[in-house]
């Protein structure tokens, strides 16, 4: 069971806005970070260097990309 989403995008991005629509529509919880706030964009580097485009999504601690891994991760 996935008890903690963690979602890194920011506000105007569609790919974020339908990653959190499809979370909410299936009552998972997000702590959704905008990574244009201060220090957000570090934090996600940090934990995950790699990471080039947004959304990033994480679940359990578990990375899982972005929109189109997460719509595959929840088949």
Do not use: W
Request: hydrophobic share 40%.
């Amino acid at each position: 069971m996935i008890t903690s989403v963690l979602l890194y995008g920011y506000d105007g991005c569609s790919f974020c806005e339908k990653a959190k629509e499809l979370l909410f529509s299936r009552n998972y919880v997000v702590d959704y970070r905008d990574i244009k706030a201060l220090g957000i964009k570090d934090e996600l580097l940090s934990i995950f260097p790699e990471a080039k485009t947004v959304p990033q999504i994480f679940m359990n601690g578990v990375h899982i990309g972005g929109y189109t891994n997460l719509v595959e991760y929840l088949k």
